[in-house]
């Protein structure tokens, strides 16, 4: 089956508060990863789709769980999704040595990300 969910982010107003709770509630381990312009918490949770932690890009924003979904082609997937009816609220970026990613909101007020990993 195509398109799984692939990764799953917090995008935090408090990551520090956000770590402590988590960590308590469930088995999760929890690393930070320096990736140049902030420091980024990855949730390694076993078996299952991980994900990560982030403080909230756009100030003023409530915290929010974003699901990521894969796609074959970032670009493509982005623009199918915004000619579907689609807000763009974040378009195609890159990340650097894992991969692309955009952030959409679909016609319902839902949230979703797509993530094109970095070919091999």
């Not at 769980?65 to 974040?90: C, F, H, M, N, Q």
Request: glycine residues 12%; without cysteine.
């Amino acid at each position: 089956m195509g398109n799984p969910f692939v990764h799953i982010e917090l995008a935090s107003t408090d990551v520090k508060k956000a770590k402590s709770f988590y960590g308590s509630l469930f088995d999760w381990q929890l690393d930070e990863v320096d990736v140049g312009t902030m420091t980024y918490t990855m949730i390694k949770v076993g078996g299952g789709t991980g994900g990560g932690m982030m403080q909230h890009p756009m100030p003023g924003a409530p915290s929010a769980w974003i699901p990521y979904v894969a796609v074959g082609d970032i670009k493509a997937a982005t623009a199918k999704a915004k000619s579907l009816g689609a807000e763009i609220v974040r378009d195609v970026d890159i990340v650097p040595n894992a991969g692309s990613f955009s952030i959409i909101q679909d016609p319902t007020g839902a949230v979703l990300g797509l993530w094109q990993e970095k070919a091999k």
